[in-house]
């Protein structure tokens, strides 16, 4: 039977891999998700849910590297809306 550790504090505080298409979004849109978190968790949290059981990840992938700026991403993205609403705080 294998072994599970627990991780350690330093690997818990690390982000999850699957976040950085939601932080490359947020850090093109001029937001600053660690501010997002501190400030509203729950939303932050919302987000993180949606971009990571998002059926548009490869789009999103391809969209961030090729093309950062193009606003197509509203069109398909889950968290369009919530960002934008962030966005106008």
């Not at 193009?70 to 966005?87: G, I, R, S, V």
Request: charged share 30%; net charge positive; glycine share 6%.
């Amino acid at each position: 039977m294998p072994v599970q550790r627990r991780k350690t504090p330093q690997q818990s505080a690390a982000p999850d891999l699957g976040d950085e298409l939601l932080q490359s979004r947020m850090v093109v849109i001029g937001l600053f998700s660690g501010a997002v978190e501190r400030e509203d968790s729950a939303t932050f949290n919302e987000l993180r849910r949606r971009c990571l059981g998002c059926d548009c990840r490869g789009p999103c992938e391809k969209d961030l590297r090729l093309d950062p700026v193009n606003l197509a991403w509203q069109a398909y993205c889950p968290n369009a809306k919530t960002l934008d609403a962030l966005l106008a705080r």
